[in-house]
């Protein structure tokens, strides 16, 4: 019997680039194709090496990590993909407390006054030579962005 187990891809070949160009297509046109992907997503990544930590005196509420972007991008799947091996596309060993995020990007940029819902995402820590789900404190930890690109599903 045949297994076709997937496996989770961070690929940083596939930078994430500008918004789509629609400056060849007809003012009609232009504005169908944008608005036919107005509400359409895709996955992305990037990962955040820890520098410090300060006492900002900052307090607020933030959008707390789902639990899953889609059926296949779940936390579970994600971290079992990431304690396997490494789903990176590049030679890189996880410090502790680097922090990886996943989220759902709108693919179009954002029309005044056509308003779109927050997108989600998953959010996870290197701690103790493994990734756990987790949150930074937002306030108060200081990240350096280390790398980002597109998440795929192979």
Known sequence: ?????????????????????????????????????????????SLHQYVETVDSGMMGRIMMPSNSLDKELTKEFVLEQLNKGNCFDFEYVPKEKDWLKIEQRYVEKEIKNHYRPMTSYLSFIFSDKRWESGLISVFDDIYEKYDNGKVKIE
């Open 1 to 45: 019997m045949c297994t076709s187990e997937k496996n989770l891809k961070l690929c940083s070949c596939a930078k994430l680039k500008a918004k789509p160009n629609h400056q060849h297509l007809s003012k009609k046109a232009k504005k169908k194709q944008i608005l036919e992907n107005y509400t359409t997503t895709e996955p992305i990544w």
